[in-house]
């Protein structure tokens, strides 16, 4: 059996590839040499694939080449330079990396990976155009990349990375034009740096175990940013197959002619989900109503799950809903099986006053589309967050 991830990948084809996933267990992965287009949340959505083929596949890894291709070499260079085959690389080695002749090219993969690997714990980001990207490889000779630690493997500050994530902002949304306003990210600077840090934390702290505490072998969790521009029409085309993503940017841009800008954040990790952590169970028979329950409990301001421990007091993601409120912006969650939305344009957020439960709610993407819930199962937990930085109403 085989699943391909096609440059045009669409959510839906997403959705299929996790049942077939579900179905075998050895199932070979081919992946593209690369993306075509910039759909809202479309990396970060492959990446947990990946994660969750890895893991739960002794399936190989195939890249559209084959021993005759010309400029092999060089050509499986650049492909392995590009984010999600980077990511796909490092999951995928342990099984084998294979071109579609069966001629296996793990090694040169590999040497490619550890000089990228070797990169970021020299550089602070790895940045592509309108795009910045930096992972920790849990498995790796270097795990600990620059950008988030210091050269023995302890965190940085809360202030430092504030600093890094204003910096790497400001670079991509003025990548394109010097124009671009950045003055929602200045006023905001503290609370979105603030937002990055404990996701970064939560990812080094919750990531690298599974839900009884070991270690994982391998793992990888990391930080996407990304620059979204354009008039209404082209962002509405950027939305494909995601209703509720499409009609969100329909309310928020009235204007058809005017450039807009929108940031994504996007923080993933290859741990074993939200829900297995809050409840230290393994919940592939937990009903799915306690699984959304637990990941709730993880948003909720100042929650505990164990009081005797200084890092498990939730996720601090009240940050989060704070920040969105305040922008109307967009929150994407997947986790442990789970889809999960919120338009806080529809459904605002106060942070600053005493929120209920209720409040802290978020959609079921499955089942605002009147689709059945799936039975899958998803390894990680990826977070992408969007937020309106220049827009014209």
């Given at each position: 059996m ?53 893991r ?11 021993s ?5 070499d060089?050509k ?19 099984n ?9 090219i ?28 930096i ?9 600990y ?6 050269s ?10 504030i ?26 600077e503290k ?12 990812t ?23 620059s ?14 995601d209703?509720?993503f499409y009609?969100?940017i329909?309310?928020?841009?009235n204007?058809n002619?005017?450039?807009n800008?929108i ?31 637990a990941?709730?409990d993880?948003l ?6 164990d ?7 939730g ?5 989060i809903?704070?920040l ?5 912006g967009y929150?994407k ?18 942070g ?12 079921n ?6 689709k ?20 014209n109403?």
């Amino acid at each position: 059996m085989e699943i391909s991830i096609k440059s045009d990948i669409t959510y839906f084809d997403i959705e299929k590839a996790y049942k077939e996933i579900k179905r075998h267990r050895n199932i070979d992965l081919y992946i593209p040499v690369d993306l075509a287009g910039m759909q809202f949340g479309i990396h970060s959505e492959i990446i947990q694939l990946i994660i969750t083929w890895s893991r739960m596949s002794t399936g190989r890894l195939y890249i559209h080449y084959d021993s005759s291709t010309s400029e092999l070499d060089d050509k499986i260079g650049k492909m392995f330079n590009r984010y999600l085959n980077f990511v796909a690389g490092c999951m995928g080695y342990k099984n084998g990396i294979y071109l579609l002749d069966q001629t296996e090219i793990s090694s040169k993969v590999a040497n490619i990976i550890k000089e990228k690997i070797s990169f970021l714990k020299l550089n602070e980001s790895w940045k592509k155009g309108d795009n910045s990207f930096i992972s920790a490889v849990q498995h790796s000779a270097n795990p600990y990349p620059s950008a988030f630690y210091f050269s023995n493997g302890s965190l940085k500050s809360k202030k430092e990375i504030i600093e890094l994530s204003k910096n790497s902002l400001v670079d991509i949304v003025q990548n394109y034009t010097a124009k671009t306003s950045i003055s929602a990210i200045e006023h905001y600077e503290k609370l979105i740096g603030e937002i990055i840090f404990e996701l970064i934390e939560n990812t080094h702290y919750w990531a690298q175990s599974d839900y009884s505490n070991k270690t994982y072998s391998t793992g990888i969790r990391g930080l996407l940013l990304s620059s979204h521009r354009g008039d209404k029409e082209a962002l509405l085309s950027n939305c494909k197959d995601d209703k509720m993503f499409y009609d969100y940017i329909s309310e928020l841009l009235n204007d058809n002619s005017k450039d807009n800008v929108i940031i994504e954040i996007s923080v993933f990790d290859s741990g074993s989900g939200l829900a297995n952590k809050w409840l230290k169970e393994n919940i592939k028979t937990t009903q799915k109503e306690k699984i959304y329950e637990a990941i709730i409990d993880c948003l909720i301001k100042n929650n505990t799950s164990d009081n005797s421990s200084n890092y498990e007091r939730g996720f601090g993601l009240h940050n989060i809903m704070t920040l969105l409120g305040n922008r109307e912006g967009y929150l994407k969650l997947r986790t442990n099986g789970m889809k999960l939305f919120r338009d806080f344009k529809k459904e605002p957020f106060n942070g600053y006053i005493e929120n209920t439960r209720e409040n802290y709610k978020l959609n079921n993407w499955h089942k605002v589309q009147k689709k059945t819930i799936p039975a899958y199962q998803t390894e990680g937990t990826m977070f992408s967050i969007f937020i309106p930085i220049q827009i014209n109403l």
